[in-house]
């Protein structure tokens, strides 16, 4: 334990390193624009979804499980909105209505996994483009963009006095209640012990598979969460709301520490993670730089974060045999 709480200290202060790094030479890079506070609120906007759905996928991920429909998840609970916004009804009903349709996707996603042992990156692609086929089938390739303005300013304005958008205090709030879950209850401990060793863990009482299923509900009422966040930030309910935002999520996660294997990770690791991906995309953008490198870019990030671990740890058995007699 002593070891794994050494590694993750070692891989946050790498992360903190490359974050400290990124402000500097995007200051430099961008003539000061960078750390500007109207660019640190678009920043904060950019990265809102992301590091609302990596909250989840996290405890997802260190369970030994992926979710790649995330996205398609956000863009059908966007598609849903403007449906049900067109159909007459109040928003006040519409995001609860929204939220429960993204539990029920990731309930669907669960039963897969656990009920029918199907492995979850299997299911989940599939999923990803059953739910983005639906969100086409609801609201079509229109779009929805009369949403009232005290709804869409959430997602276009700072809160008073500062230049923190307002997802992001959203983020922060619930990150604080994903760290007590993770980190310091008796659930997050049987997350853990699930990745680490599924069998040995239901051996031990944990129930394994309701503690699968409710991390999959949990991931498909975040992942709709971010869609009400995404629809009121561009004021437009559209179907390919979020296409690729799985990508994002996914490297996030990844970079911030957490083992595709599962058992391994923090929540503060992750919020790193998500942070230095949009800071690198951000001063990217202000460089002029095209979408299309930016999609690489991320993809690079992505096999880092897979390979990394991997490496550092065949050094150090490398390096324990050598010094072994």
């Known amino acids: 334990m002593a070891e794994r709480l050494r590694g993750f200290a070692r891989w946050e ?143 276009t304005t700072p809160v008073p006095g500062t230049w923190l958008p307002y997802p992001i205090v959203l983020c922060a709030v619930l990150a604080v209640g994903f760290a007590i879950t993770l980190h310091a209850s008796s659930f997050g401990r049987s997350v853990f012990a699930i990745g680490s060793n599924e069998e040995g863990a239901r051996f031990s009482g944990i129930r394994v598979k309701r503690v699968k299923l409710l991390l999959f509900v949990l991931t498909g009422a975040m992942a709709a969460l971010a869609g009400i966040v995404y629809t009121f930030r561009f004021s437009s309910a559209r179907a390919d709301n979020g296409v690729g935002l799985e990508l994002a999520v996914v490297a996030a996660v990844l970079l911030g520490g957490v083992s595709i294997f599962g058992g391994r990770g923090s929540l503060g690791g992750v919020l790193a993670g998500v942070l230095l991906l949009g800071g690198l995309r951000n001063v990217l953008i202000l460089d002029d730089v095209s979408t299309e490198v930016l999609t690489v870019v991320t993809g690079l990030l992505l096999l880092v974060s897979v390979l990394a671990p991997s490496l550092t740890a065949r050094i150090r058995s490398t390096s324990t045999g050598r010094r072994s007699p």
């Open 13 to 155: 202060t790498a992360l903190v390193v490359l974050l400290v790094l990124v402000a500097v030479v995007g200051q430099a890079r961008t003539g000061g624009d960078f750390l500007d506070g109207g660019n640190l609120f678009y920043l904060g906007l950019d990265i809102g979804e992301v590091a609302l759905i990596a909250l989840p996928l996290t405890l997802v991920v260190v369970a030994g499980e992926i979710d790649l429909s995330v996205a398609s998840v956000l863009g059908l609970s966007s598609a849903v909105m403007g449906e049900l916004w067109n159909a007459g009804w109040t928003i006040e009903a519409i995001m609860p209505t929204v939220i429960v349709l993204g539990a029920v996707c990731g309930l669907v996603n669960g039963l897969l996994v656990t009920r029918l042992g199907l492995p979850s990156l299997a299911v989940t692609i599939g999923t990803l483009a059953l739910y983005r086929g639906l969100a086409l089938v609801v609201l079509g390739d229109g779009a929805v963009a009369d949403f009232p303005s005290n709804f869409t300013q959430f997602g």
